[in-house]
């Protein structure tokens, strides 16, 4: 029962920065998941997987598994890197590479 702490990174469908901030417990699984033969549903008797615990900071997430006796790993957060480009510049007269179709 080894838990996760990680802070999300950001989905494609999003161009902000929401829901990133936050730093999430989750729990890795135990049991496999299994298909079931007739329906072909995909289910799992680990309930621990549905449980997702959210923090303000690390700090808060690794006192938490600490407090409650779990173990844990600490994923470091990877920060997105920033292009300081604009739409235009692929029009640039100065363009460095030419633009061709």
């Not at 990680?6 to 496999?32: F, H, I, N």
Request: zero cysteines.
């Amino acid at each position: 029962m080894v838990a996760r702490i990680y802070r999300p990174a950001k989905t494609a469908m999003q161009s902000g920065k929401a829901k990133t901030q936050r730093w999430v417990l989750d729990y890795e699984p135990e049991v496999a998941k299994s298909v079931e033969p007739l329906m072909g549903y995909t289910s799992s008797s680990d309930m621990k997987q549905q449980v997702r615990l959210f923090f303000d900071s690390q700090e808060e997430a690794v006192a938490y598994a600490k407090r409650i006796g779990i173990p844990h790993r600490v994923e470091k957060a990877q920060d997105r890197k920033i292009r300081g480009s604009a739409y235009a510049d692929n029009f640039k007269f100065n363009r460095v590479a030419p633009w061709t179709h």
